[in-house]
């Protein structure tokens, strides 16, 4: 089959790559009707994710129709349509029954990285690098779907595939983002990042009972979108004075719940900027904190940081002095898929969300170096690039 | 000469490990045993030090020491050993784990007392056999495929559903110690289950460098086995990632990998 795969810094390449077999009798494989980019990739494409190796199949957000499934899978028959939660859990760890599925124990073939890394295993993800587990990724014609009845969900009749597929991760950590902010009525909401993850936490904080929600981004375009498919308010940081402005906007306390959707290739205008571009060029630094010091300052006394940008090492110049005098709360993580997927359909399916607005560009695998530099230089207004990769077929 | 300590195991509040190893590595060799370990030996070196990898070290490592009592005929520390018994001087390895299992103990425990299941986590073992109520006789491969090395352990103590600890009998190949504890994990966790080994490095004073060189290495050994563990007895299998599509191992090799395990000093898979 094809598949497309890294090849090395910023380099991208469709290879012709052997098609997945069932390997366990948990597994199932599915065959991929739409794969999309996100913003994590983009970290591992720009080099800031160690453990990936030129070969990795990339992708981890799709979907598409069951074609063989284990002799332990009992959800699913050849035929369903599936979505799939990006995080790999295995169902039955502690971590698991806690539904804390991205922490799963038991998912992660190469647990001695991020216990290396991070001092714990953490669960399998598709398609990202061999420290969350080396599994290969979506962005090919068929998937092994390990953990099948865990992980994929029966999409309901009658809904569209764009408005699905970002169920499998974007609809989720924007929901999840909003789930850990501690919203309560009255709350006033701000987000980072106006990105597909962002977008969804601006849909899910009014899902959870938000009284405001204040988008912040740099580019238009996405400020256009937050405003008016997210209902947002917009701040572009370019533009104004974010810290400033947060203020004024709510009389002065700040806002009670700040998402991070950014993580740690956030960019920026002043001199934090140059230092962190500077340190994480050098490699001194993996992550460029400039959303995690303004959400810290911005936030409201004893307010919540919620934090679902990716950052995946060293962070510098955190205002931790602010944090504990000002008695924040931090609560952060990769998503826990199959804990949202369930009522995230619910929601797609009563009409409260339709996350189909995120996919701006369909291309075949073929383009894929086309596609991740759009979305990475957001150009013509790029929000997400969603692949078919039946469509490469064609292109042989 | 002391004891190599990578963490004490009063640590963990259950006294000072009572089963020691008998100290057969420091034994004569026999004729048939010699030269079974000098081809052992050999095999081992080859195959060990072609391949730069951490079990590749392992094996290179132990096959020179079983090359040089195979080809020697006696331990390098033979004389010293006949002297007197001077057992206070043998340098015992001790390794230490523990992990926490999310089922009941009594299942997890019983798993582990049929020692004929240990070689399904533990990946250097061929078989386990019990053969009679203390005794069990072991088998594990020599990496390459070149032989087997085996010995007799047998159980000094036991506590169902509690404690088991085991030594290998006079005269073993691979002379060691050990112990497991087997707790409720507070909160409904399951299992938390404690283990203890102890060896003696093959023939002295190599045994004691190749011991200070690669303790840490037999650590993730054995952190891994008990992975293995955990795996089989949550979820009834291991998982594996990387038997499936990559677009670089059928045309170029598999270069890369070596390179980020060296990076995070892997020393397995
Ligand atoms: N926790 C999880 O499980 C999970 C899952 C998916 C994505 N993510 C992470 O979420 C983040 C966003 O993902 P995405 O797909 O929306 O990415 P994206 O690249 O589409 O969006 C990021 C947005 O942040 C904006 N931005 C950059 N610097 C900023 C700043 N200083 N202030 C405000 N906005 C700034 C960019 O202009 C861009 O619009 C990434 O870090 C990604 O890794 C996490
Ligand atoms: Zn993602
Ligand atoms: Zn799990």
Redesign the pocket.
């Known amino acids: 089959m094809k598949a497309l795969c890294y090849n090395s810094v910023k380099d991208l390449r469709v290879e012709n790559v052997p098609d997945p077999e069932i390997i366990s009798p948990k597994d199932m494989i599915v065959r991929v009707t739409l794969s999309s980019v996100?913003?994590?990739d983009?970290?591992i494409i720009n080099g800031f994710i160690p453990t990936v190796k030129a070969g990795d199949v990339l992708g981890h957000e799709f979907m598409g129709g069951v074609v063989e499934t284990g002799r332990d899978v009992k959800k699913f028959v050849k035929g369903d349509r599936v979505v799939v939660a990006?995080v790999i859990a295995c169902g039955e760890c502690h971590y698991c029954n806690q539904q804390s599925y991205?922490l799963c124990d038991n998912t992660n073939p190469n647990a001695y990285l991020p216990e290396k890394m991070f001092g714990d295993t953490l669960a399998g993800i598709y398609g990202y690098t061999h420290a969350f587990g080396g599994y290969a990724g979506s962005h090919a014609q068929y998937i092994r779907v390990p953990f099948a009845d865990n992980g994929a969900f029966k999409v309901p009749e009658g809904l569209q595939d764009d408005s699905v597929i970002f169920c499998s991760?974007?609809f989720p950590?924007g929901y999840m983002a909003a789930d850990m902010a501690n919203i309560k009525p009255g709350s006033v909401v701000a987000v980072?990042?106006?990105?597909?993850?962002?977008q969804m936490a601006m849909q899910s904080a009014w899902l959870l009972g938000a009284e405001r929600v204040i988008a912040?981004?740099?580019?238009a375009y996405?400020l256009r979108v937050a405003k008016e498919k997210s209902k947002a308010e917009t701040l572009n940081?370019t533009e104004v004075e974010v810290l400033e402005a947060l203020k004024d906007l709510t009389g002065g306390r700040g806002p009670d719940c700040c998402i991070d959707?950014?993580?740690?290739?956030?960019?920026?205008t002043g001199i934090g900027y140059a230092y962190d571009k500077a340190k994480q060029w050098a490699r001194m630094e993996n992550d460029r904190p400039?959303?995690l010091r303004?959400a810290i300052m911005a936030c409201r006394k004893g307010g919540t940081v919620s934090i679902?940008?990716?950052y995946s090492g060293f962070a510098d110049k955190i205002p931790m002095g602010a944090a504990m005098n000002k008695a924040l709360t931090f609560k952060m993580?990769?998503?826990h898929g199959p804990k949202y997927i369930p009522r995230l359909l619910d929601h797609v399916q009563n009409g409260d969300v339709d996350p189909s607005f995120l996919v701006t560009h369909k291309m075949g695998l073929h383009q894929g170096q086309q596609g991740y530099d759009m979305?990475t230089l957001?150009e013509d207004n790029c929000?997400?690039v969603v692949f078919d990769p039946q469509k490469s077929l064609q292109h042989g | 000469m002391a004891t190599i300590k990578i963490r004490s195991s009063e640590f963990i509040d259950r006294g000072v490990i009572k089963p020691l190893p008998t100290g057969s590595s420091y034994m004569n060799v026999g004729s048939t045993e010699r030269i079974v370990s000098a081809a052992a030996g050999l095999a081992l070196m080859y195959f060990g030090l072609r391949k730069f990898s951490m079990p590749g070290l392992l094996a290179g490592a132990a096959g020179a020491a079983l090359f040089e009592r195979g080809a020697s005929g006696y331990c390098p520390v033979n004389n010293l050993v006949q002297r007197g018994p001077a057992k206070k001087s043998v340098e015992t390895a001790e390794i230490t784990k523990s992990l926490t299992i999310n089922k009941p103990r009594t299942e997890v425990y019983q798993y582990w007392r049929k020692l004929e299941n240990l070689p399904t986590f533990m990946q250097h073992l061929e078989s386990v056999s019990q053969t009679d109520e203390r005794r069990s006789h072991w088998v594990a491969p020599v990496p390459g495929g070149v032989g087997k090395i085996s010995w007799d352990a047998e159980i000094v103590e036991e506590v169902e559903n509690e404690k088991l600890s085991w030594r290998s009998v006079l005269n073993a190949a691979v002379d060691n110690s050990g112990e497991v504890l087997f707790k409720d994990a507070p909160g409904d966790q399951g299992t938390e289950i404690y283990v203890i080994i102890k060896y003696l490095p093959p023939a002295g004073a190599i045994g004691s460098t190749v011991a200070k060189l690669f303790n840490p290495a037999f650590k993730q050994m054995l952190k891994e086995d008990l992975r293995r563990f955990k795996r089989l007895m949550e979820i009834g299998e291991i998982p594996v990632s990387e038997a499936q599509p990559s677009g670089k191992k059928l045309a170029f090799g598999d270069t890369t990998h070596d390179k980020i395990e060296q990076a995070y000093e892997s020393p397995l898979l």
Do not use: P
Request: glycine share 20%; charged share 20%; with cysteine.
């Open positions: 996100c913003g994590s983009l970290h990006s991205s991760d974007a950590t980072w990042g106006a990105g597909g993850v962002g912040i981004d740099r580019e996405r940081f959707a950014v993580g740690m290739e956030s960019s920026g400039l959303v303004d679902v940008g990716v993580g990769q998503m979305f957001k929000m997400r």
